[in-house]
């Protein structure tokens, strides 16, 4: 995909969206703006029904999906939890079974989600690329529509949360965006583009999957190994090419956070606003405290994405305790 969704096709989005939810709110917390050093907002998109913000897309595709294809046998997605959990929650709305494929030692939690939303679960592979190939091969074998992670609908659908924070805080400066497979990123780019926002957006990766980080230094596609990291949402391995292009016209500038940093923006997210984060979740506050000292933080007024709260209890424990990562 490489033309982005339009205000109408967001607005339209939104639409189906919040048949299903309400927008989710975006507050400014004065104990981690202390630790910021600067006004930040953050969009909670841990409120939303799976504790993600993929569920706006997975509600837009499906469905469109089920108007278009009544008769359809059956979905299959590959995930490490969240667009699993999207794509489940959305199907059971429309009486569609779900195949989920997960790498093995996934989150339990996440796990035992998808299948409370009715998923038949399979565990294959080392990460997330892996489950894709696996996911591939059974919606050939099967006859099952393949819900990959990265789809117009998928974007126009998650545009919808920056599009709320955009309107509600036109003033913001810049952006800490997560970068997984790029759908977050996608949507980010997409609002400010609809809205002729000047804001600048700051992708961000973990130190353990830097394919995206890569991939802006080259300025070309660079695939780069992923090792285990508390941010496991964001661990891609293979760079998505729409995201690609958009990152290399559109971004300000992609960093990367280490584990130790994300597991401090976790504390700091329960501690200033007793929300609980994921890994993923917390990159793009770690980002912000990383760079405090920068322009683009110093004395600005800052969005940050909190993208998720699923987080299993001992890994929260550890992260806690400090004994995390």
């Given at each position: 995909m490489n033309q982005l969704p339009t205000l109408s096709?967001?607005?339209?989005?939104a639409v189906i969206v919040y048949g299903a939810m309400?927008?989710?709110?975006?507050?400014?917390?004065?104990?981690?703006?202390?630790?910021?050093?600067?006004?930040?907002?953050?969009?909670?998109?841990?409120?939303?029904?799976?504790?993600?913000?993929?569920?706006?897309?997975?509600?837009?595709?499906?469905?469109?999906?089920?108007?278009?294809?009544?008769?359809?046998?059956?979905?299959?997605?590959?995930?490490?939890?969240?667009?699993?959990?999207?794509?489940?929650?959305?199907?059971?709305?429309?009486?569609?079974?779900?195949?989920?494929?997960?790498?093995?030692?996934?989150?339990?939690?996440?796990?035992?989600?998808?299948?409370?939303?009715?998923?038949?679960?399979?565990?294959?592979?080392?990460?997330?690329?892996?489950?894709?190939?696996?996911?591939?091969?059974?919606?050939?074998?099967?006859?099952?529509?393949?819900?990959?992670?990265?789809?117009?609908?998928?974007?126009?659908?998650v545009a919808t949360g920056w599009l709320e924070l955009?309107?509600?805080?036109?003033?913001?400066?810049?952006?800490?965006?997560?970068?997984?497979?790029?759908?977050?990123?996608?949507?980010?780019?997409?609002?400010?583009?609809?809205?002729?926002?000047?804001?600048?957006?700051?992708?961000?990766?973990?130190?353990?999957?830097?394919?995206?980080?890569?991939?802006?230094?080259?300025?070309?596609?660079?695939?780069?190994?992923?090792?285990?990291?508390?941010?496991?949402?964001?661990?891609?391995?293979?760079?998505?090419?729409?995201?690609?292009?958009?990152?290399?016209?559109?971004?300000?500038?992609?960093?990367?956070?280490?584990?130790?940093?994300?597991?401090?923006?976790?504390?700091?997210?329960?501690?200033?606003?007793?929300?609980?984060?994921?890994?993923?979740?917390?990159?793009?506050?770690?980002?912000?405290?990383?760079?405090?000292?920068?322009?683009?933080?110093?004395?600005?007024?800052?969005?940050?994405?909190?993208?998720?709260?699923?987080?299993?209890?001992?890994?929260?424990?550890?992260?806690?305790?400090?004994?995390?990562?």
């Open positions: 096709d967001i607005e339209a989005a309400p927008p989710t709110p975006q507050f400014s917390w004065p104990l981690l703006n202390e630790a910021v050093g600067t006004e930040a907002w953050v969009k909670h998109e841990n409120h939303t029904p799976i504790g993600a913000f993929k569920v706006r897309g997975g509600l837009v595709h499906l469905a469109r999906l089920a108007a278009q294809r009544p008769r359809l046998p059956g979905l299959v997605v590959a995930t490490r939890g969240n667009h699993g959990q999207s794509v489940a929650w959305a199907a059971r709305r429309h009486g569609l079974p779900v195949t989920i494929v997960v790498p093995h030692g996934n989150s339990v939690d996440k796990n035992n989600a998808m299948r409370a939303m009715g998923a038949t679960l399979i565990e294959h592979g080392h990460d997330v690329q892996d489950a894709r190939e696996h996911a591939v091969a059974l919606a050939e074998r099967l006859g099952l529509h393949m819900v990959h992670a990265y789809l117009p609908d998928l974007v126009a659908g955009l309107r509600a805080r036109p003033a913001l400066d810049t952006l800490f965006v997560p970068m997984g497979i790029g759908t977050g990123f996608s949507g980010a780019v997409a609002a400010r583009q609809a809205l002729g926002h000047g804001v600048r957006i700051v992708g961000v990766v973990s130190e353990a999957a830097p394919a995206y980080l890569s991939t802006w230094q080259a300025r070309r596609a660079v695939e780069a190994p992923v090792r285990p990291t508390i941010a496991d949402g964001v661990a891609c391995r293979v760079p998505e090419p729409a995201v690609v292009a958009l990152m290399l016209d559109h971004a300000d500038d992609v960093i990367a956070v280490g584990d130790a940093e994300v597991a401090a923006a976790m504390r700091l997210y329960f501690h200033a606003t007793h929300n609980l984060v994921e890994g993923a979740g917390a990159v793009a506050l770690a980002a912000a405290l990383k760079l405090k000292d920068d322009r683009r933080v110093r004395g600005r007024e800052i969005g940050l994405a909190l993208t998720g709260g699923n987080v299993d209890a001992p890994v929260f424990r550890g992260v806690l305790a400090e004994s995390l990562p």
